[in-house]
T-cell receptor, first 116, second 111 residues
Framework: DAGVIQSPRHEVTEMGQEVTLRCKPI?????LFWYRQTMMRGLELLIY????????DSGMPEDRFSAKMPNASFSTLKIQPSEPRDSAVYFC??????????????FGPGTRLTVT | GQNIDQPTEMTATEGAIVQINCTYQ??????LFWYQQHAGEAPTFLSY????GLEEKGRFSSFLSRSKGYSYLLLKELQMKDSASYLC????????????FGSGTQLTVLP
């Protein structure tokens, strides 16, 4: 299994530009999560999906952020317009519909976003 | 809301034992997870506790006390490759697969 795939791995953009981050979860996983990690705030959950449906987007910082999951194998996180404070590492993770309570999350390699 | 506390940094010597503590306060509880994150890499799963007690997995063990809102990760026979950030995360009941992460403990293993 290739694991969770994210692209691009690095993105440098200017303030005001649109940024689109992409994620392909592990095949067969029912849950997909988008996180943001910074030194100041640590690892924060932005939004998560179950069977392609957004379940909780309370972590999305503001309307400039949006996420979609058009099918089970693809999700995007879009920032429009981007601002320097959006600079962070954005992780995508997926989780299987395991039995019981145990539900390990598998993280992708992350996208390091720099907004100048 | 949720509040998770863990030390920011720890240092230990190769071959030694180190214990990383985590305390939490949550409105609901559905399991305690430990993840390891090497610099510039993604977090990877280490352990999971949902019942009180100790779970052992090779050189790593994790303990949970639900009544005290307390967990620790015990690393034995430390190796240089164990230098990493260790993230404590709490599963929130009623939130399916949602985890809330602590800020992480940066462990440095010295020769």
């Amino acid at each position: 299994d290739a694991g969770v795939i994210q692209s691009p791995r690095h993105e440098v953009t200017e303030m005001g530009q649109e940024v689109t981050l992409r994620c392909k979860p592990i095949s067969g996983h029912d849950y997909l999560f988008w996180y943001r990690q910074t030194m100041m705030r640590g690892l924060e959950l932005l939004i998560y999906f179950n069977n392609n449906v957004p379940i909780d987007d309370s972590g999305m910082p503001e309307d400039r952020f949006s996420a979609k999951m058009p099918n089970a194998s693809f999700s995007t996180l879009k920032i429009q317009p981007s601002e320097p404070r959006d600079s962070a590492v954005y992780f995508c993770a997926s989780s299987p519909l395991a039995g019981g309570q145990f539900y390990e999350q598998y993280f992708g390699p992350g996208t390091r976003l720099t907004v100048t | 809301g949720q509040n998770i506390d863990q030390p920011t940094e720890m240092t230990a010597t190769e071959g030694a034992i180190v214990q990383i503590n985590c305390t939490y306060q949550t409105s609901g509880f559905n399991g305690l997870f430990w993840y390891q994150q090497h610099a510039g890499e993604a977090p990877t799963f280490l352990s999971y506790n949902v019942l009180d007690g100790l779970e052992e997995k090779g050189r790593f063990s994790s303990f949970l006390s639900r009544s005290k809102g307390y967990s620790y990760l015990l690393l034995k026979e430390l190796q240089m490759k164990d230098s990493a950030s260790y993230l404590c995360a709490v599963g929130i009941s009623g939130s399916a697969r949602q985890l809330t992460f602590g800020s992480g403990t940066q462990l440095t293993v010295l020769p």
